[in-house]
């Protein structure tokens, strides 16, 4: 079956589908503010401030098939999906070679005492925190292919220097500059994936380069279960763990950088009507592709809108529960009274745990619409009950507190749908990265302030960091309560306002304004997914 454009453009929609817009009675709401709607928003111009999705959207009637898309879908899916999966897993095994480097010996080798272990975990997180701001403009400068690439090369050279550091000093500097050359990677990935996606299909992408955080896991053990066995006079065991990992690293940034497309207009993988059905399968998202123009009436609108601060708070006070990640071969070790080489092995389960879960998780988003925030409630849950087997339970039921460990490894359930709540919510491309850096800025606050509550005193239990962890997951399930009952209101409050101006006639529909970069709350037939 064909389905035609309106007005110059194409956008076809599944017979099962919820997401169906009204373009016929959209309107593009007017210069500087609209008192009745209660909406911010700026003159726009033309082309010169639009999309670049624009490039190849002529003036013809554009039709294409339900196969012809499907089979863009499916090349898409093929081309970024393990590119940006294996990228996932190897920024997430870079940042956790600490944690297997320490179970080798590195705190005595490198004399760290006190709280310097847990403060390297925390310097990481101050270099990812001064990155975001600075990291967001580059990258709409650049471009996100570029741009990634070279923060990858960088960061992967500091994981391979870390195996030359000989005190607390030389680590400290390496992880700080770690943490700046890897803050990019989850903002560029929100963005690549509302880029690419419907908002239908974002979850399930979302869900799937994350769950490679468990596959890391999984690699990361039988990585270091292999460096347990290397016998070496001259280089301690814990070297080889940053230089297999941080090597690894450099040679998949280099075939990221060819491989990656920049976006769908350009992209080599595509034929030209390709692009042009991929392009058109986004439309309805009403969130555009990519802008190279910094837009500050889009930096305010960020800034003064509620969402932005319940997602960004959320994910703040998330990140709290995350800090145990730096501790679980050190826990594991302890609970369970294991050697280093099987303690390598015990974390495996946990990103079996990870992998298991967000695929259900994924599978849920696949077919129900509003759900996800419902799913990062049932998040929260999952961590705790993770606080409470670990915290509570006796030290004679050790395999009772080692499940509570594993399912530790829940946390991006949570974190991923608030990251795809931003994804299909945040429209206008200068206030997606601002809402990106945000969000990434307090990620980074939550993840330096966790480390600290785990104090050395109270191992292996770490009664502190397991009660923050606690109290963290029951804060973030108020705020996603919150969030999902302002999206219900703000959605009813458009619908009537839609009804108001079907009644009246004057609703107005603008050629190709799905692409012209205006913010969600520039477009009232724009609906918030929940």
Request: hydrophobic share 45%; glycine share 6%; with cysteine.
């Amino acid at each position: 079956m064909d389905h035609k454009s309106k007005s110059s453009s194409s956008i076809w929609t599944e017979t099962n589908s919820e997401e169906k817009q009204k373009p016929a009675v959209t309107t593009v709401l007017e210069s500087p503010i609209d008192e009745e709607r209660g909406v911010e928003v700026s003159a726009i111009g033309e082309k010169p401030v639009a999309d670049v999705a624009l490039a190849i959207l002529d003036d013809t009637n554009f039709t294409y098939t339900k196969e012809e898309a499907k089979h863009v879908s499916r090349k898409i899916d093929l081309v970024l999906m393990p590119l940006m999966a294996l990228t996932y897993m190897i920024q997430y095994l870079d940042k956790v070679t600490l944690s297997y480097a320490a179970l080798f010996g590195m705190n005595t080798d490198t004399h760290l005492h006190g709280s310097q272990y847990s403060w390297l975990t925390t310097i990481f997180y101050l270099g990812y925190l001064v990155a975001q701001y600075p990291g967001a403009y580059i990258m709409q400068k650049t471009g996100v292919r570029g741009f990634l690439f070279v923060n990858m090369f960088f960061w992967s050279a500091m994981v391979l220097l870390m195996a030359a550091c000989h005190n607390f000093s030389g680590l400290a500097t390496c992880r700080f500059f770690m943490g700046v050359f890897e803050a990019c990677v989850s903002p560029a990935f929100v963005s690549i994936t509302s880029m690419w996606y419907k908002r239908t299909e974002q979850p399930a992408r979302s869900l799937f380069w994350s769950s490679f955080n468990g596959v890391a896991a999984i690699v990361g053990g039988l990585i270091n279960f292999g460096v347990a066995h290397i016998q070496n006079e001259k280089v301690p065991t814990w070297k080889f763990t940053f230089i297999i990992i941080g090597g690894a690293s450099i040679i998949w940034s280099v075939f990221f950088f060819f491989l990656f497309p920049s976006n769908p207009v350009t992209a080599r993988f595509l034929t030209q009507r390709e692009r042009r059905i991929a392009i058109e399968r986004v439309r309805e998202n009403r969130t555009g592709v990519e802008n190279k123009i910094f837009k500050r009436e889009q930096l305010w609108e960020a800034l003064l809108d509620p969402q932005v601060w319940l997602i960004v708070f959320a994910i703040g006070v998330w990140m709290i529960t995350n800090g145990i990640g730096a501790f679980n071969s050190i826990i594991i070790e302890a609970l369970g009274g294991f050697s280093k080489e099987k303690t390598t092995l015990m974390n495996m389960p946990g990103g079996g745990f990870m992998i298991v879960f967000l695929f259900f998780t994924g599978l849920w988003c696949n077919y129900i619409r509003n759900g996800r925030l419902i799913i990062a409630v049932f998040g929260t849950w999952l961590l705790i009950l993770a606080s409470c087997l670990v915290w509570k339970l006796p030290s004679t039921d050790p395999w009772g507190r080692m499940v509570g460990m594993w399912l530790t490894y829940t946390t991006p359930i949570t974190f991923v749908m608030l990251l795809s709540i931003s994804a299909s919510n945040i429209a206008g491309y200068t206030k997606k990265l601002v809402v990106n850096a945000s969000i990434f800025c307090f990620y980074a606050v939550g993840n330096i302030v966790s480390p600290l509550l785990f104090k050395s005193s109270q191992k292996p239990t770490y009664n502190m960091g397991m009660e923050s962890m606690l109290v963290a997951s029951i804060v973030v399930c108020i705020l996603c309560l919150l969030l999902m009952a302002y999206y219900n209101y703000e959605n009813r409050r458009r619908t009537k306002l839609e009804e108001k101006e079907l009644d009246a006639g004057t609703g107005q529909y603008k050629k190709n304004e799905e692409f012209m970069d205006y913010t969600d709350r520039q477009q009232i037939a724009f609906r918030y997914i929940w």
